[in-house]
């Protein structure tokens, strides 16, 4: 187990709707990462946070939204749910060193927009 | 450019047998070549990684041979499972301290280890 907990487990929402999702990092790592995971595809990085602010963004546009909190929790927001929103997101938490990091992944929220 | 090509799609292998999966990538600011395993239902998991410094690492039965010169790297399973029976995904990044480091996925292979 990796330490890293994401609630819900399974959502069902319709189009147009708004929805957040839960993570839960390790202890102590100061940097979570949002990736969403289309069903036989690979993950594709949506945002990352870094001590609380926005420290990157890949090619989701601004209805997808995120907050870091100081207890190492993190939300995923999403706005304006459009039917390829359906997918499992993922969050990753890691310690932003000089060294590198590696990321840690949760078990996902399996999201469906009907 | 960021993009990284993974192969083959799909694997079947002997139980006992060698699984080799491959990856190829176009952006040599790439630094971190990460190997994850996931089950149906989980998140993935980290299997082994390795940085360019090196050409080859080896954890157990997983191996990570890394052609920086092609900008190719793979992943060989020894003495396949049926308990490896998953899908792999290969990934790069760019090691912090300049660009974020997410991590670029490939399409991931479904391994299947017959008994």
């Known amino acids: 187990e990796t330490g890293v907990t994401q609630s819900p487990t399974h959502l069902i929402k319709t189009r147009g709707q708004q929805v957040t999702l839960r993570c839960s990092s390790q202890?102590?790592?100061?940097?979570v990462s949002w990736y969403q995971q289309a069903l036989g595809q690979g993950p594709q990085f949506i945002f990352q946070?870094?001590?609380?602010?926005?420290?990157g963004r890949g090619n989701f546009p601004p209805r997808f939204s995120g907050l870091q909190f100081p207890n190492y929790s993190s939300e995923l927001n999403v706005n304006a749910l459009e039917l390829d929103d359906s997918a499992l997101y993922l969050c990753?938490?890691?310690?932003?060193?000089?060294?590198?990091?590696?990321?840690?992944f949760g078990p996902g929220t399996r999201l469906l927009v009907l | 450019q960021q993009q990284v090509k993974q192969s083959p799609q799909s694997l079947i292998v002997q139980k006992g047998g060698i699984s080799i999966i491959n990856c190829a990538y176009e952006?040599?600011?790439?630094?971190?070549f990460p190997w994850y395993q996931q089950f149906p239902g989980k998140g993935p998991a980290l299997l082994i990684a390795?940085?360019?410094?090196?050409s080859e690492k080896k954890e157990g039965r997983f191996t990570i041979s890394f052609n920086k010169s092609a900008k190719q790297f793979s992943l060989h399973i020894m003495d396949s499972q049926p308990g490896d029976s998953a899908t792999y995904f290969c990934?790069?990044?760019?090691?912090?301290?300049?660009?974020?480091?997410?991590?670029?996925f490939g399409t991931g292979t479904l391994l299947a280890v017959q008994p």
């Open positions: 990753a938490s890691s310690l932003w060193s000089a060294g590198g990091e590696t990321q840690y």
């Open positions: 202890s102590g790592h100061n940097t």
């Open positions: 946070y870094y001590r609380e602010e926005e420290n």
């Open positions: 952006n040599t600011a790439f630094d971190y």
């Open positions: 390795i940085r360019p410094d090196v």
């Open positions: 990934a790069a990044s760019i090691e912090p301290g300049g660009a974020t480091n997410k991590l670029i």
